[in-house]
């Protein structure tokens, strides 16, 4: 049975939160700056769960980065009606099922190039500099091929996509009707 156990966000004061002593996931000083960037950069997007009586069961590395950051007060969910078991369990739970999914890295290394030509720093996005350049990285082959990756790719019917620039929606619709007019599969995207 599904249970809504809070229903509205609450600003608690960062050193009033309780970390929970038993908490098995780490942040590392370098993670927890990531994090600090990413709040000063985004805002306070994700509030951190917490129990009746102020114990973090949600978000540990972004309290630590609140305090880094000099925050007061933080957006904070009471979790009312857990069981202690409950609680135990979902503070492994929330980190471990993030942590079960995976990457489309064709979508991801297409979207972090996005990213780059929009002048975003791609340290907010919590890759270090070796993922990104990995993720960005073309050099025409495969690992171990000797035929290049197009070629292969084109075999195997994987869509290159290209992003273009605009200044204008009406320009994007008249650069849209020229490409489908060569035959090329068009959609409109705004960032």
Same mark, same amino acid.
């Given at each position: 049975?599904? +249970? ?16 929970? !002593? *038993? ?43 609140? +305090? ?16 202690? !078991?409950?609680? +135990? ?6 980190? *471990? ?38 993720? #960005? ?14 070629? *292969? ?31 090329? *599969?068009?959609?409109? #995207?705004?960032?």
């Amino acid at each position: 049975m599904v +249970r809504i156990l809070a229903e509205t966000i609450e600003r608690r004061s960062v050193e009033a939160l309780v970390p929970y !002593a *038993k908490n098995s996931r780490t942040h590392s000083e370098a993670q927890v700056a990531q994090l600090a960037a990413a709040i000063r950069e985004f805002g306070f997007t994700n509030p951190v769960l917490i129990d009746e009586r102020g114990g973090i069961i949600a978000g540990h590395g972004r309290v630590m980065a609140a +305090r880094s950051a000099g925050m007061v007060e933080i957006p904070c969910i009471v979790l009312a009606g857990l069981s202690d !078991a409950q609680r +135990r369990a979902y503070v492994i739970a929330d980190n *471990k099922l993030a942590l079960n999914a995976g990457w489309d890295e064709e979508l991801l290394s297409a979207e972090i190039e996005v990213l780059v030509s929009l002048g975003v720093e791609t340290n907010l996005l919590g890759f270090n500099e070796e993922e990104v350049a990995s993720l #960005l990285q073309d050099d025409g082959h495969n690992e171990g091929d000797k035929e290049p990756r197009g070629e *292969k790719k084109i075999a195997e019917g994987i869509n290159y996509q290209v992003v273009a620039q605009c200044a204008s929606e009406s320009e994007q619709a008249q650069l849209i009707t020229r490409l489908e007019n060569e035959g090329f *599969k068009c959609r409109a #995207l705004m960032f």
